[in-house]
């Protein structure tokens, strides 16, 4: 656990440079400070914030230089503050290193960071000084006794050794699970660069317009904009950029598109064409290898092709056009084939593949744990298969589905929302959803949650099911218990038991459990190697994706369970990263992007989130929606994308929360 020597974070001044290391208190925010790669001890850590020091011998002119130097970098140049003050205390910080200028030098560099705090219009501006500026507040002795020795060696003092590593963030960055740019690519909405806004989010992933559609938008539970009224409408950006340019991948991604591609005999096989396994194809094609997709079903998308609905996401004219781009980079499907059906792994060894990547999802659904419940009952079928049979069967292939007239759903996040209002679009008259707990411990998407309710779907919380209804084979109903809040847990969440005598029936002609989804392992058998965890899921490297078996790497929803598009295409990402280290250099090399990401991560809490400038309120621009009363009779597309005049106004409510931190090492 590192010692903090000294430093100032928000405010809050650390001063224990009069005692011995044994002698400074241990900090759990700083239990992840000790080492930043394996033997590189971390010497000082800078932010926005402010600054620690952990080691005696290091240079506060130095990494004041770097952190500045990194800062000026960023600078967009639209506000004179951060465009020429960063610049100018580069010069200040270089000339002070250089034993050219003296003490009095300060005086100018803290007059500097007052000025571009407190005039900057951005949040890379408005934190771009702040560390210095408690330099100088705080530990202005130590600033002037180095001065003095760099003016005495000429410049030439041995400082000791050291060297910097710098990351730009922002907070919705940090919370994106694959870390697109979203004030960059905003940027350049502002700027009417709408090819170019797409192509900050290609460079992460191909399913944009997908993501536009479908995201959890975890960028948006972290934008500060939310302290002064809504979070941007990042997500519906998103949308309106990749809708707006999406013929502009059909001229990008072309095998011409690839600058240098590896040997042939290193290719790569990726098992699983959902949100996994077509990103990590993505980047691999992009980094020049030979890669072949594998996929069990007839179309590719995995879980977004036969999970989600099409009124929420349009299969032809989306999903599958995004896919496409695999095979535009000269990647090759192969459709119906299933691992441990039609072929095995060490048959894919046998092929020459020199990597796989098992990116299978995990599609099978879970029940209820009832009395009553069988698979085989008539009326009775998991969610997941429910959509399938919906979006695959009877969409894609018109074969009939009959439903009946009532239908209880039960669970409480997005498949279960995609179940009750796809019910609706099938003919069903009366839906019904059960949810044991309260509306708003409910996980689905808070959209989801209120466009079911104007659909019309009946909501039972605090309900929970106990039995199902069953005769001759088919269901006939199912009975419930009301359930009653208890005291909150160490986590503050409420458990939830039945109350006593509260037992009811619902009458129904279909039951669909949607509680959650799990791994179907009959793709696996013991000659794989691979091993599974307590929870039934692959057990694979959290930061490589790496197997048991050598060459084999595993993410997605079948390592992390059941997640979200966009994890699991981050998931993809890191797989491509991953095999390619370890086909160019026999391992998986150290990322500091991760280090830094963890670093932040470990001090949240010393790191809060806060908007201390003055905000104009401007409310977010809402998409327009079909009529709840229309929309509910068929499978159309619900959200429009908004106009081209809007999504400047949405882009331009973006505070730009560019975060610089930098990181002192010994090497």
Not at 400 to 429: H, Q, T
Not at 601 to 622: A, G, T
Request: hydrophobic share 35%; proline share 4%.
């Amino acid at each position: 656990m590192a010692k903090v020597i000294y430093g100032v974070w928000k405010g809050q001044v650390y001063d224990n440079r009069d005692k011995q290391l044994f002698e400074i208190e241990d900090s759990p925010d700083f239990a992840e400070f000790d080492e930043f790669d394996p033997g590189n001890p971390i010497k000082a850590f800078m932010g926005g914030k402010g600054f620690f020091v952990f080691a005696k011998d290091v240079s506060l002119l130095d990494i004041a230089l770097c952190y500045t130097r990194r800062t000026a970098h960023e600078s967009c140049g639209k506000c004179t503050p951060c465009r020429m003050g960063t610049r100018i205390l580069e010069d200040r910080l270089e000339s002070l290193i250089a034993g050219e200028a003296g003490p009095e030098t300060l005086d100018e560099i803290g007059e500097l960071t007052d000025h571009i705090t407190s005039t900057s219009l951005c949040g890379l501006g408005q934190t771009a000084a702040v560390a210095l500026g408690e330099m100088l507040t705080h530990f202005r002795d130590e600033l002037e006794r180095e001065i003095e020795l760099q003016r005495a060696s000429g410049g030439a003092r041995d400082r000791g050794q050291q060297s910097c590593s710098t990351y730009v963030t922002a907070p919705c960055i940090e919370e994106c699970p694959s870390k697109v740019d979203v004030p960059r690519y905003i940027d350049y909405i502002k700027d009417g660069k709408f090819t170019h806004s797409v192509g900050v989010v290609l460079q992460k992933y191909p399913m944009a317009a997908t993501c536009g559609r479908v995201c959890v938008r975890f960028c948006e539970m972290a934008c500060r904009r939310t302290q002064v009224d809504e979070a941007v409408g990042i997500k519906v950006l998103k949308r309106f950029v990749a809708d707006k340019e999406k013929y502009v991948t059909d001229r990008w991604f072309t095998p011409d598109l690839i600058a240098e591609r590896k040997p042939a005999e290193l290719k790569v096989a990726v098992i699983g064409s959902g949100p996994a396994g077509i990103s990590a194809a993505y980047h691999l094609l992009l980094k020049g290898y030979p890669v072949e997709v594998f996929e069990s079903m007839t179309e590719p998308g995995g879980m977004a092709a036969v999970g989600i609905p099409e009124y929420r996401l349009p299969k032809e004219d989306v999903l599958r056009k995004e896919v496409s781009i695999i095979e535009s980079l000269g990647g090759r499907i192969h459709y119906n084939q299933r691992l441990g059906q039609h072929f095995t792994l060490d048959d894919l060894r046998d092929r020459g593949f020199k990597a796989i990547f098992l990116g299978v999802g995990a599609h099978k659904g879970k029940g209820l744990g009832i009395p009553g419940e069988e698979r085989s009952v008539a009326g009775y079928v998991t969610g997941v298969k429910f959509l399938l049979f919906i979006n695959h069967y009877h969409i894609n292939m018109g074969l009939p589905m009959e439903l009946g007239e009532r239908m209880v759903v039960v669970g409480g996040g997005n498949v279960a929302m995609d179940c009750v209002r796809s019910a609706l679009r099938m003919g069903v008259k009366d839906v019904h959803l059960v949810y044991r707990r309260t509306r708003e411990s409910m996980p689905a998407d808070l959209e989801e949650i209120e466009a079911a309710e104007k659909e019309g779907v009946h909501f039972h919380y605090l309900t929970h099911p106990t039995r199902l209804v069953t005769e001759d084979g088919k269901v006939q109903g199912i009975e419930l218990v009301e359930m009653e809040q208890g005291e909150p847990d160490a986590s503050g969440r409420r458990s939830v038991r039945p109350r006593e005598g509260s037992e009811f029936m619902l009458d129904c002609d279909f039951v669909i459990p949607a509680i959650g989804q799990a791994v179907d392992h009959s793709f696996l058998s013991p000659e794989d190697s691979i091993e599974l965890n307590r929870w039934g899921l692959i057990k694979a490297d959290e930061t490589s994706l790496v197997t048991d078996r050598p060459g084999v790497f595993a993410g997605g929803d079948a390592v992390t369970g059941p997640a979200t598009l966009i994890q699991a295409m981050a998931q993809g990402e890191r797989a491509a990263r991953s095999i390619d280290d370890y086909l160019t250099y026999g391992r998986v090399r150290f990322d500091k992007n991760d280090r830094f990401s963890q670093l932040l991560r470990s001090i949240r809490m010393l790191n809060p989130e806060y908007v201390d400038k003055p905000v104009k309120h401007i409310y977010r621009i809402k998409a327009q929606e079909l009529d709840p009363e229309e929309r509910k009779r068929i499978f159309e597309e619900v959200e429009k994308p908004i106009r081209v005049e809007e999504a400047y106004t949405e882009a331009n409510r973006c505070m730009r929360c560019y975060r610089v931190y930098s990181v002192t090492t010994e090497k």
